[in-house]
């Protein structure tokens, strides 16, 4: 049971996005809070919580389950995954923790019933301060594919780590105004728009550009090494997820 | 919903973050990991579809990587120019420009460019990968060895003469841009690159920047090889390039620079106004025809230079190197006429060939039964004398010496051939024929026009001389046509001779055409040759 009751946390896509962000160290995460129950697992543990749940929220949603039942299911998931020690069998040599985590919840949701889950509400452990935000906005989200709970779970799985991948470059400077360039818009009259802005050569900012891209494309593939098994399989599950976004 | 202008990939409206498009981010992610950015290179990483593998050097212009193509399989050098190119719009436009220009050069001692490109705001160029050493290393501060020097000097020479008849100037010879193979092969290095060492001044020549004139180690390199009129910032010719020919041949020959001095401004001085010191006292077993062509190629005053290339080599062949037999055993006195016989009558062709073989001083060295065929082996094998019959099937004769000549100036051909028609003689000697002789004409005739013309006299028959001449005069130039060509020689623009003469620059202008037409010159400096040869002018 929650020791907290969640708060209604402003609407909105961006901070419910970054709310629900995968942690990429997810795998070292869980590993460290299995059988460390010192300050520093605990802190990864509340970590894992606070980045898992609107995936799985999502997935959970999908699964034809009303809202506030599917937020219920997201904590007790979590909390399963610590009593259980689920996470804890999850052999970081095999596989993807992506699969792991949408082959655990289905596992989970196949185990409980309504009425079990009644029972057990307010039970077990102590809970987790998990601070879920509003989800309804989310939910209504156009185009969602709803027969298809598998696959919007994979494509949010994606959006999250390409925002993971885009948050570890908001400090650089003039990233606001350099981000558009990542994916395009490289055109000599905008080239020569923003460096006006900006107070630089356009030399200089298409060094600027491609140092981004660079430093995107590495944080990227280092978001995504952190959940595969190898380093061997990044391409592998880069290549995965453009063909889950192309549908 | 969006549509990604990058990929086309339609963007769901507010699935992915920041509206950014997922194809697109995703395959960064994925062209970093296979190699497709430039990244502070490093053996393993690509340049586009080449992959870097070692790092061979460095220079002013970037660092060189031995790469492979993996397109085509083979190995390339490429070369990464620093970001201080990507600065200047302008220099990585002209660059570009030049080396476009240089990928059309097709010569065996061109070091040849094989793909120019940007990567991610970083320039970079395709060349060969040869393995050997600079010219700087082989010299190695010692005298080479008078054939090897020689050879090696033609193949320098030939480089020059085919960038130049393509308009190219390479403003940069010097030991550090000659690369010799293995194999003994010159591969001259960074055509037209060296450009990128020049600015334009207010008065539209070019110098050296100031940073190639006060940077230490690299201004003195450079300096070194310069023309005086490169020193000087005044507009450069293809004898800028000879001059510096001449600076390496010069150290070729003694193993010391031409033009010494503790400080920049101490070569400086010797190169504008002092002449280097004798060759013969520096190397007394030079030949003295080698010391001769050395000495007119330091010539501080450019027209007292070589003019083209094409003379040079003629002069550098003349030395006795026949590059189609590698090292010349020993240098000899007598000089084998080397002889492209042109002919497609088989039976008369035979014969040719058995006249040339029955001589002492003469070597057969190709032949042809066409134009093309022609034209082709004068560029592979250069003879000093062409033996060419008009009619041939296809395009004539004429044609033939027309694109022989347009190529190479000074090429000597003698027209053989039965037809006695005013017009076609006369075709053929405006084409730049040196010769005319009837195909039966007497064999000891023929050889002794072959051995005149080697030796650079003209021969044309008097009975024909007579019939062409009167018809000449259709194309002679005007007093006014030759007071111009005469500004030309002098190296006056157009505006000075419009001065000089008192008349305006557009009947300059009209009076260039005309003369460039009557001498079927391609350029000024073509027309001026020509006008020498012909003595229509005189230096």
Known sequence: MLTAPPRALPA?????????RFPTTSWSMVVAARGHPAVGGRDALTSLCQ??????????????????????LTQEFFARLIEKNFAGQADRTRGRFRSFLLGAIK???????????????????????????????HYSLPDRDTSRPDKNFERQWASTVLDCALANLRTIKHFEQLKPFLTGGDSESSYALLSAELGMSEAALKVAIHRLRRRFAQSLREEIARTVASPAQVEEEIRYLLAVIRG | MGICPKCGFAIPGDEFPDGLCPDCLLNLGLAELIGQTVPETSPGSYVGHYRINARLGEGGMGEVWRAIDTKLGREVAIKILPDSFAAYPDRLARFTREARTLAALNHPNIATIYDVGEVEGRAFLVMELLEGKTLREYIGGKPVEIEKAIML????????EEAHAKGIIHRD???????????????????GVATQTEQTNPDG????????????????????????????????????????????????????PAFRGSTTALVFDALLNHDPAPVSDLNPELPSGLQEIIEKTLKKDRGDRYQTASELLRDLRALGYDPSRGLSPAMSSQTSIRILCVEDHPVFREGLCRIIGSQQDMMLVAQATNATEAVKQFRLYRPDVTLMDLRLPGADGTDAIIAIRGEFPEARIVVLTTAEGDAEIQRALRAGAWAYVLKNTA????????RSVHAGKRHVPAEVATRVAEHLGDDELTTRELD???????????????ARLNISETTVNSHIKNLLRKLEANDRTHAVTIAVRRGILHV
């Not at chain 2, 070194?224 to 490169?230: R, T």
């Not at chain 2, 000087?232 to 041949?249: C, H, I, K, N, Y």
């Open chain 1, 12 to 20: 909105g896509v961006e901070y419910a996005r970054a709310m629900s």
């Open chain 2, 173 to 191: 010879i010097k030991p550090a841009n000659i690369f010799v193979t293995a194999r003994g092969r010159i591969k001259v290095l960074d055509f």
């Open chain 2, 484 to 498: 111009v060509l005469r500004c030309i020689r002098d190296g006056s623009k157009t505006k000075e001779i419009a």
């Open chain 2, 153 to 160: 000097a033609t193949q320098i020479a030939e480089a020059l």
């Open chain 1, 51 to 72: 980045a898992y749940w609107y995936p799985i929220y999502e997935y959970i949603r999908h699964r034809g389950y009303p809202a506030q039942d599917a937020q219920d």
């Open chain 2, 443 to 450: 064999r000891n005739e023929l050889l002794a026009v072959i």
């Open chain 2, 205 to 256: 020549s070019t110098g050296p920047t100031l940073e190639a004139l006060t940077k230490p180690g690299l201004v003195m390199g450079t300096i070194e090889y310069m023309s005086p009129e490169q020193a000087r910032g005044q507009p450069l010719d293809a004898r800028t390039d000879l001059f510096s020919f001449g600076v390496v041949l010069y150290e070729m020959a003694t193993g010391l």
């Open chain 1, 107 to 137: 596992h989970f949701l196949a185990a409980e019933s309504r009425h079990a889950r009644a029972q057990k509400r307010g039970g077990g452990t102590g809970g987790f301060p998990l601070e879920l935000g509003t989800t309804a906005n």
